[in-house]
């Protein structure tokens, strides 16, 4: 971290702090949803299948 | 060969003349479509007619989308279409002739009204003339990918939004110079290109279109 | 080496290939994403003209990059699975669609974050910007047509074909709004007036956007395990996996 001044200038983001963060932030928001999603719906898929196996 | 091509395009057009709702309600949506934008903008002529050829393009567009969910589904319903799959004739020939039939029954009744709705949006002439000219061109391209799109969605529930979704994007290019050939003549510039890039989109849809649409049938029938 | 492909193409014996692949591909995500993020914000300088906003970009650029890269490939696969009749190729295209769409998403909305505090609002109809929003459409289009289709060998060829309608249409659609956008010039805004790129924002973009393909590939070989799942469900090998999860 060779340009910051401090941690506070980093998050501030010379003032367009809400800009970046929000961006990055909506980014891996998006990306780790996706991945928690398959996982549920991989979830759903074996025990459907489970339950067809038994019924 | 010829002969199954006139058939179909006789028993499309007597279909639709019995049916003569078709026409009507494509034309009366047109013309609904067309007279809801000054009520929610405004009657400046000034204004109306800036956005005429945006308005009207979009109105004809969407008009033109209404009807395509038929363009298959009654032929699907009365085993028509399995024939034409079945017929010796190709596939994309003979849905030409069904896409002609939609765009004499649905895109050239919008090309004849739309200088009377130009007139209501206070287009000079030689606008006018642009426009008739620039809906000729391209509302055949909109039946070509219709045509597409409704062949994707044949018997699929809720199929005309989806149709809707499918196609409008594909006829933004039409729209860009359809419009854009109406608002260079407002300018005083000339349309050339923008009627010869239509041209072009049409000729470019009446070659791959059908085939895409037939392929899309079997896809759909079978 | 002789790689016997086609033992591969069923689902039964991709879909244990596909779960050791994944690993990999989560790791090569993480490294390059934080490769790439500590070039953009602890090596890559503070721009000139637009200050900090600008490290938007390191985001931005890849996803809208990820987008266009994901339909091509989409429609890859849809052409194999349409030439081939092979099913696995057209569940890939179907398992890379949702990846696209959100890639594109966070490409319309990190540029509309960018673009508000640089040029004072929150839209702009740029050539760049509309084509992302009419990519957009394309996807919704394909994941709409696909989930609407009850057969499913109907909805898979269904979809192949919209998706190769659609690639042949998107430099057209491209080209019809660079046109569009330089005629109504209006403003000079424009999403293509990037920092004066230095290496160093170059090299951060790129770790970025690898970060993002080796994420969507894990992403993709999770969907598509999921797909196969779902499709193979009666299938003897998945009750067996199932009686071994929980």
């Known amino acids: ?55 | 060969m010829n002969d199954a091509w006139v058939t179909v395009l006789r028993r499309d057009l007597l279909l639709a003349l019995r049916r003569r709702s078709d026409v009507a309600t494509t034309l009366f949506f047109f013309l609904i479509v067309s007279s809801l934008f000054p009520l929610g903008i405004g009657p400046e002529p000034a204004v109306l007619s800036s956005i005429a050829p945006g308005v009207l393009w979009v109105a004809a567009l969407l008009a033109g989308m209404l009807s395509l969910t038929r363009l298959f589904a009654t032929d699907f319903a009365d085993g028509t279409l399995e024939q034409m799959l079945l017929a010796p004739q190709p596939l994309a020939l003979l849905v030409t002739a069904k896409i002609l039939a939609h765009w004499i029954v649905c895109g050239l009744p919008v090309v004849l009204l739309a200088p009377i709705i130009g007139l209501q949006y206070a287009l000079p002439n030689d606008a006018l003339v642009v426009l008739v000219l620039a809906l000729l061109l391209g509302t055949p391209a909109l039946s070509l990918i219709g045509a597409i799109g409704a062949a994707l969605t044949l018997g699929v529930r809720g199929s005309g939004l989806l149709i809707a979704l499918l196609v409008l994007p594909l006829y933004i290019p039409v729209l860009i110079f359809g419009a854009g050939a109406v608002a260079a003549s407002q300018h005083g510039m000339g349309a050339q290109a923008h009627l010869s890039l239509l041209a072009a989109f049409s000729l470019l849809s009446l070659v791959l279109a059908p085939m895409a649409t037939a392929a899309a049938l079997r896809i759909s029938v079978e | 080496m002789n790689i016997n492909w086609f033992k591969y193409s069923s689902p039964q014996t991709f879909y244990p290939l596909a779960g050791k692949m994944i690993p990999w591909f989560a790791w090569l995500t993480a490294a390059f994403a934080v490769a790439g993020l500590y070039i953009g914000f602890a090596i890559a300088p503070t721009d000139f003209q637009q200050g900090e906003a600008y490290r938007i970009i390191f985001v931005h650029v890849p996803a809208a990059w990820m987008s266009m890269v994901i339909y091509i490939v989409m429609a890859g696969w849809a052409a194999l699975g349409l030439a081939w009749n092979a099913r696995l190729s057209a569940m890939m295209a179907q398992a890379l669609a949702p990846t696209g769409a959100i890639f594109t998403f966070i490409a319309l909305v990190t540029g509309s974050l960018w673009g508000k505090p640089m040029w004072g609002t929150w839209w702009v109809w740029d050539a760049r910007l509309t084509s992302e929003l009419i990519l957009l459409f394309l996807y919704l289009g394909f994941i709409a047509l696909q989930s609407s289709i009850d057969d499913v060998r109907r909805a898979d060829r269904a979809g192949a074909l919209l998706a190769l309608v659609g690639v042949v249409n998107v430099p057209i659609i491209y080209f019809s709004v660079k046109w569009w956008n330089t005629l109504h010039q209006g403003s000079t805004i424009s999403m293509g007036a990037a920092p004066k790129m230095v290496t160093t924002m170059l090299i951060g973009m790129l770790l970025m956007a690898l970060a993002f393909w080796m994420y969507t590939i894990a992403v993709a070989l999770m969907r598509v395990r999921c797909i196969m799942l779902e499709r193979e469900r009666t299938a003897e090998w998945v009750k067996q996996l199932s009686n071994f999860q929980e």
């Open chain 1, 1 to 55: 971290m060779m340009q910051w001044a401090s941690w506070a200038a980093f998050f501030n983001m010379g003032g367009y702090a809400f800009y970046v963060w929000f961006s990055f932030g909506l980014t891996a928001f998006c990306l780790i949803w996706e991945v928690l999603a398959l996982r549920k719906r991989s979830a759903q898929a074996l025990r459907l299948s489970r339950l067809l196996a038994q019924g």
